[in-house]
């Protein structure tokens, strides 16, 4: 079955900074990529996704890219702002709609 | 539009005892699954619905737990019984049906707390 490593498991960055959580899967029939974030206490929130007929995806602040061939893809946020502070799962996903998690990155965002 | 919604939020039960959690998807979603979260480890899937059919329930842990999907709405997870093992966050979601791979959204989840 899939299997899905994610890193760091905990980053600290200064508000302004850019962030990176690095994810890598297995499955080379894996075909959607979806990025969660959970504040504390909170469900976990769809924030971007990308699948694997694209390399690279854009919304505002945040950026997810994604390489096939290294089976790995990456969740970058620019300008981190305070509010960005929760925990991130990467997933992976074939056909079948069952999601694979990431063991969660801590993003702690300093004022 | 109303998210996915989990009853309890919160459940404290002792070993040997039954309890049913609940999730309400979004209306219209044909797909419903079920995953837990164990101890800060990651979140693993247990079951996917699509309508009132079981797709696939590779994630189910063992016959302790039983998942249930009459008339295609919403879903029960009973766990009978309980095992200390068992205490977690179960978080259902819910998408669209259609073409594969829909955005799942995800509800608060049930943090299940066995003594």
């Known amino acids: 079955g899939e299997n899905v490593e994610q890193h760091p498991s905990t980053l600290s960055v200064q508000e302004g900074d850019s962030a990176v959580i690095k994810c890598t899967y297995s499955?080379?029939?894996?075909?959607?990529f979806p990025w969660y974030k959970q504040e504390l206490g909170k469900r976990p929130q769809l924030i971007i996704d990308?699948?694997?007929?694209?390399g690279e995806k854009k919304d505002q602040r945040i950026a997810v890219t994604l390489n096939k061939t290294a089976k790995h893809f990456s969740l970058h946020i620019t300008e981190t702002q305070p509010e960005d502070s929760a925990v991130y799962f990467c997933?992976?996903?074939?056909?079948?709609?069952?999601?694979?998690f990431g063991g969660g990155t801590r993003l702690m965002v300093k004022p | 539009e109303a998210g996915v919604t989990q009853f309890p939020s919160h459940s404290v039960i002792e070993k040997g005892q039954t309890v049913t959690l609940r999730c309400d998807p979004i209306?219209?979603?044909?797909?419903l699954y079920w995953y837990r979260r164990v101890m800060g480890k990651e979140i693993k899937f247990l079951l996917h619905?699509?309508?009132?059919?079981?797709?696939?329930e590779s994630g189910m842990p063992n016959n302790r737990f039983l998942a249930e999907r009459t008339g295609g709405t919403y879903s029960t997870l009973k766990v009978q019984p309980a095992e200390l093992e068992d205490s977690g966050v179960y978080f259902c979601?819910?998408?669209?049906?259609?073409?594969?791979?829909?955005?799942?959204?995800f509800g608060d989840g049930t943090r299940l707390s066995i003594l």
């Open positions: 990308i699948r694997s007929n694209v």
């Open positions: 619905f699509v309508k009132e059919s079981k797709q696939d």
């Open positions: 209306s219209g979603h044909d797909n």
């Open positions: 979601a819910s998408s669209q049906g259609g073409q594969s791979n829909q955005p799942q959204h």
């Open positions: 499955d080379s029939a894996s075909n959607y």
């Open positions: 997933a992976a996903s074939d056909a079948g709609n069952m999601l694979t």
